[in-house]
């Protein structure tokens, strides 16, 4: 896993007090999201997430739908590629399996608002140019390696540009059935009021996506990775440790 | 509201319920898993009208007219895509599209219609999208209710309260990207009266698109933010393509049609001054408003997230450009369509090219190099008007329209008006004996001039004609003598340029 040293994270939208920045303590993120492999050593442990045996609750009908079977990642998910097709229960149950949690928001943002040569990614014209060049290919049927992810200034790879990624609390934004409520949303011209840079599109895309999300729903191009405290030692459940943990090494 | 429907509610009260009690660590969960309102009550006079599916076609095309004359429960169904297609030659794109076109699918419903509206949005999509209907009167214009992760389907209902021509779109954040990447189209609602009947009915809907690379820069090209921050657009379109509407795809018609365009503008920021090249609009409805009519405009504005419906006539055969006249956008970033008109000409509405000379200026000083040169080109001039055939092929009403204007400028003074000519002074043409008996003898005469007595009529007359030869062309000539021969009465064959040309010959 990598460190992410102690900084701030000023939220997307402004609050009754303006856009305030959040402290966000030091903490620990793979450096990698999980891989099909590494998920297929969660759901052997754990046959309560099996794809044939997962509850409805958690996990909607769309469930690593594009696994071959149950204990078989197949054609369409290659091991090294990052799994999709998750819940957001099924990523915190595998992030509490390994010992880990899932981000924050704050940590993920935090974590993804640096560019690739410096800690501020915002006037990043690489990453730029490579996060619009993401938006513009369609969602492939089979997701490439998450060796082939950039790592940016933390050592982070593929927080941009291969999927999008699960965090704790990823609804807390807005709420997406304010048709009429103050604040809060996010459509037409009024998405852009309460947003503290209108100019940061990806940063709309996330928070767009996130509130589109229930918590049992999955899509093709949505993953996640896990986090940890510092002090926490990695390893805990997992037997053999997690794949993403290894690659980091 | 069908028997599926209330079970994926029931489970979702269901999962709602459980989460609440069992899992407090998904509490922030809660919010999102109880938007669903579940579907709507209906009164027993709305619950009890005739269920449709609404017929949803790709642009241009636009589905039938809708011809019953009472409400119905309509249902829409009309799915989201993420697709990549041609922007230009070589040049590709991912548009995010209401159903695989831009713009998206024709919506076509009836005023007082109840809408059942799903949007589905394709599991292959990246992003969560929904849709604000201009049509709907409430909050969002059904932004809210319809909005959708990939993989899902949601469902609203509104009442189309208000009868015209608007703009749907997607509005999620960030909305610029979503509409500049073709996420609108048109939902008409037809008065409760009808509309009137046209011949040919069109969809066209304009969008810009910031493209990273340069106008025909070739390959997969992405949104750039800069460009659309500062709204210089590389590409301003026509139904999502540069072409989409030339050549093979033109929009067609054949002469005496009355074509009637729904022409929207997604944006997302340029207004259009739509406009089509060698076309007066006969019926301009502005701002898809369909109460009030503007008659014949010439270029009419459209705004962002707008729509208008215009009507038009073709009487004339060729093709008609359409284009945003604000015209770097037409020349330059592909704003161009075509509208190509089959049928017969009608020369008299308009001749085509008649004449195409040189022109050195005028006044040219006698026994100048620059004046013999004109004389020469004057030659050349009228060896080209001989051997046009634009003008050898025209026909006797147009040679008595162009007649027309030759007598009227320079004929009418004795003859008068009328051709009753004035009496022992200037004989009359109407119902001449004398000029209907020899066409020859009257070419002659309008070349060479007439002096002496002549009898028309039974009556004689000694006056004098002048000499028009070196005034008149054989063309002018024999348009003239053709209106002179029909008209006032007479009827006769049309006098050709070549009969005047041989007359001129022989006299030579």
């Given amino acids: 896993m990598v460190t992410i040293p102690p900084g701030q994270y000023v939220p997307f939208t402004k609050t009754a007090r ?8 030091a903490f620990l993120l793979d450096e990698f999201p999980v891989t099909n492999a590494d998920f297929l050593l969660f759901v052997r442990a754990n046959p309560q997430w099996r794809r044939s045996q997962v509850s409805g609750l958690f996990a909607d009908a769309t469930y690593l739908s594009n696994w071959a079977n149950d204990l ?81 200034f933390y050592g982070v790879r593929g927080l941009h540009c291969l999927v999008w990624e699960w965090v704790e609390d990823f609804n ?66 997992a037997p053999e440790g997690n794949l993403a943990t290894e690659k980091s090494r | 509201m069908n028997m599926k ?74 799915e989201v895509r993420e697709v990549v297609k041609k922007l230009a030659d070589g040049v590709q794109y991912t548009f995010w599209t209401f159903g695989g076109d831009v713009p998206g699918r024709f919506i076509r419903v009836r005023e007082g219609d109840l809408v059942e509206f799903h949007l589905n949005n394709h599991p292959s999509s990246k992003l969560p999208h929904n849709i604000d209907l201009h049509a709907v009167t409430g909050p969002g214009g059904g932004a809210a209710s319809a909005f959708t992760a990939p993989g899902h389907s949601s469902q609203f209902t509104f009442t189309a309260l208000q009868p015209g021509l608007f703009v749907y779109h997607c509005a999620t954040a960030p909305v610029p990207m979503h509409v500049g990447n073709g996420m609108y189209g048109l939902i008409l609602v037809q008065p409760k009266d009808g509309m009137p009947t046209v011949d040919e009915e069109c969809y066209v809907m304009q969008g810009e698109f910031y493209t990273t690379g340069r106008y025909g820069e070739e390959g997969l090209q992405s949104f750039d933010m800069g460009k659309a921050l500062d ?33 929207g503008v997604g944006g997302p920021n340029l207004v259009s001054s739509f406009h ?17 009519v503007e008659e014949h405009v010439q270029t009419t504005l459209v705004p962002a997230g707008g729509a208008t419906m215009v009507e038009f006539e073709v009487k004339v055969p060729g093709t008609y450009v359409l284009v945003d006249h604000s015209l770097t956008r037409a020349f330059n970033k592909g704003a161009l369509g075509m509208l190509k008109v089959s049928g017969p000409p009608n020369r008299a509405i308009y001749s085509g090219k008649e004449i195409d000379a040189v022109y050195l200026g005028s006044q040219a000083d006698e026994g100048s190099a620059a004046a013999e040169r004109e004389t020469e080109l004057k030659g050349k001039i009228e060896a080209e008007m001989q051997s046009n055939t634009a003008i050898t092929g025209l026909t006797k009403e147009v040679q ?24 022992n002074v200037f004989p009359p043409l109407a119902g001449s004996d004398f000029l209907q008996a020899d066409h020859e003898r009257a070419i002659r005469i309008v070349l060479k001039g007439l002096s002496g007595p002549v009898v028309v009529n039974g009556k004689a ?22 209106y002179v021969l029909n008209s006032f009465g007479n009827s006769g064959d049309p006098v050709t340029p070549d009969k005047v040309k041989a007359v001129r010959n022989e006299m030579r």
């Fill in chain 1, 172 to 237: 807390s934004v807005i709420d997406p059935a304010g048709d009429a409520g103050p604040g809060g949303n996010l459509y037409c011209a009024a998405g852009a009021s309460d947003v503290k840079d209108t100019g940061d599109y990806a940063t709309f895309m996330r928070m767009a996506l996130r509130s589109s999300l229930k918590a049992n729903n999955t899509t093709g191009s949505l993953g996640f990775r896990c986090a940890r405290d510092t002090g926490t030692a990695p390893g805990g459940k």
């Fill in chain 2, 5 to 78: 429907t209330s079970q994926n509610l029931l489970a979702r009260l269901l999962a709602l319920a459980l989460l609440g009690a069992a899992v407090p660590a998904a509490r922030a969960a809660d919010d999102t898993l109880g938007s669903p309102e579940g579907p709507v009550v209906l009164p027993p006079d709305l619950a009890a009208l005739p269920i449709e599916h609404a017929i949803l076609v790709a642009p241009p095309h636009v589905p039938p007219p809708i011809t019953r004359t009472t409400p119905a429960h309509v249902i829409v169904n009309l």
């Fill in chain 1, 18 to 25: 303006g856009a305030q920045a959040v402290p966000v303590g």
């Fill in chain 2, 461 to 482: 007359i000694n006056s004098l004609m002048p000499p028009q030869e070196a005034v008149l062309t054989d063309n002018q000539i024999a348009d003239v003598l053709t």
């Fill in chain 2, 276 to 292: 089509i090249i060698g076309e007066i609009l006969d019926r301009v409805y502005p701002e898809g408003a369909l109460g009030s």
């Fill in chain 2, 400 to 423: 008595i329209e162009k007649g027309k204007q030759v007598y009227m400028g320079l004929c009418f003074a004795c003859h008068q008006p009328d051709g009753r000519g004035l009496p």
């Fill in chain 2, 231 to 263: 709204e210089r657009p590389p590409y301003v379109v026509f139904n999502g393509s540069v072409g989409s509407l030339v050549g093979d795809r033109a929009l067609r018609a054949k002469v005496g049609e009355t074509v009637r365009i729904y022409f």
């Fill in chain 1, 72 to 152: 078989e990642p197949g054609r369409l998910a290659p091991a090294d590629s990052p799994v999709v097709h998750v819940s957001w229960f099924a990523a915190r149950a595998y992030a509490r399996w390994v010992g880990g949690r899932l981000p924050t928001m704050a940590e993920w943002e935090r974590a993804a608002s640096a560019g690739y040569r410096c800690s501020d990614g915002r006037n990043d014209p690489e990453l730029n140019r490579d996060l619009f060049a993401w938006f513009a290919q369609p969602a492939p049927e089979v997701l490439p390696s998450v060796a082939s992810a950039k790592a940016n």
